[in-house]
């Protein structure tokens, strides 16, 4: 549900809450304030009346209400003395109405100077309690559609355009990707809490970003450091090769040893070449050929395939061009071959289809499917390759990212195929 | 020949004096960019490997330093950073060749002897081996007068032997020379053991005075 609706309906229901506690209390008050004044206006009757009847006894003997509001009876004198005077709601037939309606009566009792006792009675016409409350609820009712009603105009209207800026820092978030080189824009805004929201979230982005460059650059440089002890393992163990000459034991020792190091020191490599390019240390661009460059690099490994008798059939079906890092290029290919011969199996066969928007290098292999979910992370390899990084096909996707290239993998008719895709635009 | 060697970490430092004094230069070293300074204000070298990342000053200063004051070193950057910018800033400064850390000792001394060979005046660029004549230029081997046949990569085989006759040549090390880096030994390098053996049998064929011997499977040798 939008924030809009949600005021909207909590507004709703408190509304319901406090105007019907409004209504009960505003109903009290009012008949309080009725009876208050009916009451001083019988009261003033009274003595009109009382003091006409000191002058003119014939008042005396009226003792109907018939079209007046008032009746006068003779009463005892002991009984006068002990009444008090008191108001009361009673009913009377209404010839206007035709019917009972309620009236409000005084029943007061006075005495003329010669010492007789009357009991006065006045009545007036009294508000109608339940078609007070019929109107009452009416009156609430509309108004409670009437608020509702610009409540949500308002909120429409009104909230909307003060909400905006939040929209518009929505639409930024989801907009950034941490990583690329945009930078976050809060949009601009005259609302504190906005403004404040803003300048928070902009804080915290940049620190996110200082915090993710810091690791990028902790990566490359941890990298870098380990090239020089790498350097110096290797050699020094070179230097002791050449003096253990004559040992066979030792010397196997030695070179199993350079082995591993110069294992870590392809890992430390790729771990570079892979911050490199997410780094965007790449940025020379040239047209490179595929078709020619795919041939290029297929030559360096003409002695690998051989040995391992492993046939390379080329498709062309068209020219392959491209804006593309030279550097990058190559690496790209030599890492998909060099995968395509590794996975291979001897006697095998490798075939190389060009194609106006990609290649395709489909391999023999493992008769399974690779898992499509792993095999472009890092530091994933099948079983049988523990000399290998992990990370070949992790730079290959580095290098689709950092184009906006599609690189993909099918298994078909026990074929595995991997596939490099250009972005239309190059 | 004089080689200076500019490099901040003693183990490597320690390491390629070692192994150059074997190939009978005279080397010197210097730790920092101070002492290299003075160094190459005062002497000249046939060869400086120079390694950029010095705690007190890039390298790449000492390079113009050095080709401001006209002198003629050659100059090979080692350098932790296997960068493309880096690499072209520095062959643009002057140097002559450029190597990234880590690297084989074999490989820098092909690399130190392709510089002072190109720096020869007498030129040719020729090496010659007993009855074998190695033209780097042509990129032709001559054994007894008669050219023989090699392609592009028994050539780089049998001269990466040739400049480091004599020492154990570790499998990999060969590898990187000749097939470039992205050749590691999750391919298991027995491919190589192949190419050898037609090498081999060329130079026999051909009667090259020389033997190339495999070192219990770890490597291979030139002996002469």
């Known amino acids: 549900m939008k924030l809009l609706n949600h005021t909207l309906l909590y507004l709703s229901a408190s509304l319901v809450f406090i105007l019907s506690i409004w209504a009960v209390v505003f109903y009290f008050s009012m008949m309080e304030e009725v009876y208050d004044s009916i009451d001083d206006g019988l009261e003033n009757y009274k003595m009109l009346i009382i003091k006409k009847a000191s002058r003119d006894s014939l008042l005396l003997t009226k003792s109907r209400f018939d079209e007046s509001n008032y009746a006068i009876r003779p009463i005892d004198r002991e009984f006068a003395l002990r009444a008090t005077e008191q ?22 009792y006075f005495s003329t100077p010669q010492a007789q006792y009357y009991e006065l009675k006045i009545i007036t016409s009294m508000v109608e309690g339940d078609d007070l409350v019929a109107d009452l609820l009416h009156a609430l009712l509309w108004l409670y559609v009437a608020v509702i009603a610009s409540a949500f105009i308002i909120n429409n209207w009104v909230l909307r355009k003060i909400w905006r800026p939040f929209y518009q820092l929505q639409h930024e978030l989801r907009g950034f990707k941490l990583g690329e080189d945009k930078t976050f824009n809060p949009p601009q805004t005259k609302v504190t809490e906005f403004e404040d929201m803003n300048n928070t979230v902009a804080e915290l982005l940049k620190a996110n970003i200082a915090v993710f460059q810091q690791q990028k650059q902790f990566i490359e440089n941890a990298s870098h450091e380990l ?5 110096i393992a290797i050699n020094k163990l070179e230097l002791l090769l050449e003096q253990t000459q004559g040992k066979e034991a030792q010397v196997q020792l030695l070179a199993n040893a350079i082995q591993y190091l110069e294992r870590m020191t392809r890992l430390n490599k790729s771990l570079l070449l892979l911050s490199k390019i997410e780094n965007r240390q790449f940025s020379k661009e040239e047209t490179v050929d595929f078709n020619e460059r795919l041939r290029r690099q297929a030559d360096d490994f003409e002695e690998l395939l051989h040995y391992r008798n492993i046939q390379l059939d080329w498709i062309d079906n068209a020219k392959l061009q491209g804006r593309f890092n030279a550097d990058l290029a190559d690496v790209l290919i030599t890492n998909l071959l060099k995968n395509a011969i590794v996975h291979n199996y001897d006697g095998g066969w490798i075939t190389v289809t060009v194609g106006k928007d990609e290649f395709e290098i489909a391999n023999t292999g493992r008769p399974q499917p690779l898992d499509t979910d792993k ?15 992990g990370l070949g096909l992790a730079v290959v996707k580095a290098i689709a990212q950092h184009y906006q290239a599609e690189v993909g993998y099918r298994y078909v008719d026990g074929l595995h195929r991997l596939y490099f895709r250009l972005p239309h635009l190059m | 020949m004089k080689l200076l060697i500019i490099e901040d970490e003693q183990g490597l430092r320690d390491n390629v004096t070692q192994f150059l004094q074997k190939e009978q230069y005279t080397v010197e070293a210097a730790a920092d960019f101070h002492s290299a300074m003075e160094k190459i204000a005062l002497y000249d070298y046939d060869c400086i490997l120079l390694d950029v990342g010095l705690p007190d000053g890039n390298g790449l200063n000492l390079l113009r330093a050095l080709k401001s004051k006209q002198k003629r070193d050659n100059v090979i950057i080692i350098s932790a950073k296997d960068s493309l910018d880096d690499k072209l800033e520095g062959l643009n400064l002057g140097a002559d060749d450029y190597l990234t850390k880590p ?14 060979r190109r720096k020869a ?6 090496v010659k081996l007993n009855n074998m004549e190695l033209d780097f230029n042509g990129r032709t081997l001559c054994i007894d007068g008669v050219t023989i046949h090699l392609n592009r ?11 480091n006759k004599n020492r154990l040549i570790y499998k990999s090390a060969l590898a990187e020379h000749v097939w470039g880096d992205h050749m590691d030994n999750a391919d298991n390098f027995d491919f190589i053991y192949s190419q050898i053996k037609n090498l081999r049998k060329k130079l026999k064929d051909h009667g090259a005075n020389l033997e190339i011997q495999a070192i219990y499977g770890v490597g291979y040798k030139l002996t002469v």
């Open chain 2, 103 to 116: 690297f084989h000792l074999a490989e820098l001394n092909a690399r130190i002897k392709a510089v002072l």
């Open chain 1, 227 to 231: 090239q020089t002890p790498l350097a």
């Open chain 2, 121 to 126: 005046l007498d030129g040719g660029n020729v």
């Open chain 1, 375 to 389: 095999m472009f992370t890092r530091f994933y390899r099948s079983a049988d390759q523990s000399s290998s990084t």
């Open chain 1, 87 to 108: 108001f009361k709601d009673t009913s009377m037939y209404m010839e206007y109405e035709e019917d009972y309606e309620i009236m409000r009566m005084l029943t007061t």
């Open chain 2, 153 to 163: 990569k028994e050539f780089d085989i049998l001269a990466f032997f040739v400049v």
